[in-house]
């Protein structure tokens, strides 16, 4: 009974192939993050290429996607890292790599080879952060995060729920400000247009919008407290997110997988 | 014999929060007996609220207070425990159905108060069945809260305070914030509990028509926080109508007519407290005087305020108002009703440009708002929001008020704005809080100043959304007045409510909005006296007209709707 009444379990149209999403999310978050953050580091092309395209067969395989969010990834995140690479390169020191082919000249401006692969990398790292990032990000859901930071490294139950009670709060305030923002425009803003004006209009909705979300939060507290929220030092788990084989065998073969790309990449380069 | 230990036992209770100089309550004693259903009345300040949070110990223990006196539960001073161990006493249902959702599903959200306890699964979830199925939310236990209608999510809020299985039960207003139809919904299932006789309930309720029928007891409050009256249901509000009514407590609108005929010269003892009383009084009296000749309106001037020709808003590709024409003449007082979604709200804000309504489709003292800016717009039209605080621009209540002046097109002189200012600051009595920040003004006040800013452009047509929701009475009417004294001064208003008594009291003209179509438009005694019509539109008749429909034994008095035209003048 308690699967099916999960609400985060049954997401629509997951079945047994996509076992990302049946994995832990710790399992998810462990097996990425020692090459995230190695990635922070490296300066090549093709190890940040190896684990975007790593990380982009995997969601693919294991995950849920739109035909939308495939596009995205496939198409769309290829021709962002693209762009920023052309971005990065033009604010690479030419001096430094005019000895690399001339890839076009607009003026005195000369945009070498060297200045795109530079950027070319840094625009790599990023992409390949984000994907490993999306292995957990699309195949979990913050309740279950919650859950499971709650359940094996024992981070405060009282802590994780506050911060789900947290989460009801943005839509809410979403409708609020979207309120404020009529009501302001409506009475007609004094300031004139540009940039500074805008930034007093924002500043403008912050009065209201803290003071609502005050008022706001202190209720939920109330009526959580007046359901016995934090009588007890544990809490019943209804929702049990275990650590399973499975998740062990994950993280471990991520992290083989990921150091053979390491040192492929290096014999490579 | 000796009575049952009391459910609820309050010994001279006295709490003042650490910012105020008051004790509210003050010095209040009662209990309440098992199974017992209490109604606590008072006019606002009279600490009701403050009372019903001590019943679970919130108050001192999760608010700054000093709290003198007692409260015991089932034998547990409130003082004595923390407040997990009493809400396995008492159970709390508040007045914001927003505020009280925490979880992602209805069921994991009855749960929520089961699990804290620690109780094994198997029993969380026979509990959590158990309450859905009492409010009648069983089915949609694996939807997401916020799918729920506002009267959904408050049975939901019922549920979870079911799913703690305590002995007493306190609901602190908890239909303020609901249309009718969420009201009935609410009022269903509470009489469901009340039946079953499971539950010491207490309940604080301004919408005295609804709840009267549950009610044993009950217990009012006065100015001060002190107990005024306590005793059986009857007995209190018709023993006592004119004292309570002298109080600003809200009186049942039938007790109200039998006041108001009593002095026209129609004796109606025992006082009538509900609608079908109300009726079978009336049938019982051979002859009743003549209605008297109805107040003159203020006639409209020429020519519409407002015109609205074929508009349809769509937002999100869905379809929220749906070719509606109307024409509202200079000097009415209109009132949009439907239930929820039916695209009241959107429809006047496109009235009044707040969403830029589709070229040509509105148009407002010949402007139309979808190609004038919003400036030129404050001329013609003011909004009053339903939240005053989100149309607070300035840092004192004298700049709010004299930035309508400031922006304008056509520029003031600072000694111009300084009077027409000070006007504005007298007419509704704020002139003691010229330089106060508006936010820390109290709720009535705030209103007041939002009015003000809608009307500081001297605007002839003033729209307001909603402006009672989730407000007590006693502001309701406030504002209610204001707003007759400038529809009396000649400026067009149109509302948005729920509440079709105040419709009938104020409005001369109604608008039935359902499912984004215009229903009807016309006089307010045609549209309320159409019982057919409001029963499509998913509304009900208010409750004087159904008092009156009924009175067949006098053909001329069912059609009337309002307190104002039934004889006995104002008190």
Not at chain 1, 54 to 78: D, F
Not at chain 2, 9 to 33: C, K, Q, S, W
Not at chain 2, 233 to 245: C, F, M, S, W, Y
Not at chain 2, 488 to 506: I, N, P, W
Request: with cysteine.
């Amino acid at each position: 009974m308690s699967a099916a009444l999960d609400p985060y379990s049954t997401r629509p149209g997951v079945t047994a192939r996509h076992f990302l999403h049946a994995l832990n999310p710790l399992a998810k978050i462990a097996g990425p993050l020692p090459f995230m953050v190695y990635l922070l580091f490296v300066r090549d092309i093709a190890t940040p290429l190896a684990f975007a395209c790593l990380a982009l067969l995997l969601v693919t395989v294991g995950a849920r996607l739109t035909p939308r969010l495939g596009i995205a990834l496939w198409l769309g995140l290829p021709l962002v890292v693209g762009v920023l690479s052309l971005s990065f390169g033009l604010w690479t020191d030419a001096s430094r790599v005019d000895h690399t082919p001339l890839l076009f000249q607009l003026g005195d401006y000369r945009f070498f080879l060297g200045a795109w692969l530079i950027g070319l990398a840094t625009a790599l790292r990023l992409g390949a952060l984000l994907s490993l990032a999306l292995i957990a990000g699309l195949t979990m859901t913050g309740p279950d995060l919650v859950r499971a930071l709650v359940q094996h490294l024992h981070v405060p139950y009282r802590i994780g729920y506050t911060a789900l009670a947290a989460y009801r709060f943005v839509p809410r305030f979403r409708h609020e400000l979207d309120g404020i923002r009529h009501a302001h425009r409506v009475r007609g803003i004094a300031g004139g247009r540009g940039p500074l004006a805008a930034l007093r209009r924002y500043l403008g909705y912050i009065v209201p919008l803290l003071v609502g979300a005050i008022r706001h939060a202190e209720r939920v507290a109330l009526a959580m407290d007046s359901r016995a929220f934090g009588a007890f030092e544990t809490r019943t788990e209804r929702y049990l997110v275990p650590l399973r084989a499975r998740d062990w065998i994950f993280a471990a073969a991520f992290w083989v997988i990921g150091a053979s790309v390491i040192v492929g990449t290096a014999r490579l380069g | 014999m000796a009575a049952p230990d009391p459910a609820l036992r309050l010994e001279d209770l006295r709490i003042r929060y650490d910012e105020r100089a008051e004790n509210a309550p003050n010095g209040v004693t009662f209990a309440v007996a098992p199974g017992e259903v209490v109604l606590l009345l008072g006019p606002s300040g009279s600490g009701k609220s403050t009372l019903a949070l001590a019943l679970n110990g919130l108050v001192p223990h999760a608010l700054a207070a000093t709290l003198s006196g007692s409260v015991s539960v089932n034998g547990i001073r409130t003082t004595d425990a923390p407040v997990s161990r009493l809400s396995q006493e008492v159970a709390m249902v508040f007045q914001d159905p927003d505020a009280q959702i925490v979880t992602g599903t209805v069921f994991d959200e009855v749960c929520f108060g089961p699990e804290n306890l620690c109780l094994p699964v198997a029993e969380i979830e026979q509990r959590a069945e158990r309450a859905l199925r009492a409010v009648g939310l069983w089915e949609r236990r694996f939807d997401n809260p916020d799918l729920l209608s506002g009267g959904g999510k408050q049975r939901l809020a019922i549920a979870s305070a079911l799913a703690l299985d305590t002995p007493i039960l306190v609901l602190d207003e908890p239909t303020a914030n609901l249309d009718p139809a969420g009201i009935d919904d609410v009022y269903a299932v509470l009489s469901d509990i009340v039946a079953a006789g499971t539950h010491s309930i207490v309940l604080i309720e301004h919408n005295l028509d609804a709840a009267i029928d549950l009610v044993d007891r009950v217990v009012v409050l006065d100015r001060s926080g002190a107990l005024a009256f306590d005793g059986p249901t009857r007995d209190v509000l018709a023993g006592n109508a004119h004292a309570l009514a002298e109080l600003g407590v809200w009186l049942p609108v039938a007790t109200l007519a039998a006041l108001r005929l009593n002095r026209g010269g129609v004796s109606l003892d025992p006082l009538p407290l509900t609608s079908g009383e109300l009726t079978h009084a009336l049938n019982g009296i051979r002859s009743l005087p003549d209605l008297p000749a109805r107040a003159i309106e203020p006639p409209a001037t020429a020519g519409p305020a407002v015109s609205v020709r074929h508009l349809t808003v769509t937002r999100r590709k869905i379809t929220i108002v749906r070719d509606v024409s109307l024409e509202i003449g200079g000097g009415d007082f209109v009132t949009v009703i439907g239930t929820n979604g039916a695209g009241k709200t959107t429809l006047v804000q496109a009235m009044a440009g707040v969403v830029p309504p589709p070229r040509g489709t509105v148009s407002i003292g010949g402007l139309d708002p979808a190609t004038s800016d919003a400036r030129a717009l404050a001329d013609h039209v003011g909004f009053v929001f339903q939240n005053p605080e989100h149309q607070f621009l300035e840092n004192t209540v004298f700049d709010e008020l004299a930035h309508g002046l400031r922006v304008r097109r056509t520029r003031l002189s600072d000694a111009e704005i300084e009077v027409r200012v000070g006007e504005m600051l007298e007419r509704f009595g704020l002139g003691q809080l010229r330089d106060v920040h508006p936010f820390l003004l109290s709720g009535g006040q705030k209103r007041r100043l939002s009015v003000g800013t809608a009307l500081i452009t001297r605007a002839p047509v003033l729209v307001l959304d909603e402006p009672t929701f989730g407000q007590d009475r006693e502001r309701a009417n406030e504002l209610l007045s204001l707003l007759r004294e400038l529809h009396a001064s000649g400026t067009t208003v149109v509302t948005v409510t729920h509440d079709l008594q105040l419709v009938a009291e104020y409005a001369s003209h109604v608008a039935v909005m359902h499912e984004g179509r215009l229903l009807a438009f016309g006089p307010t005694d045609e549209i309320l006296s159409d019982g057919a019509l409001l029963e499509v539109a998913g509304l009900v008749r208010p409750p004087l007209a159904r008092a009156l429909r009924g009175v067949t034994a006098h053909p001329s008095w069912q059609g009337v709707t309002r307190l104002a035209d039934l004889p006995g003048g104002d008190a």
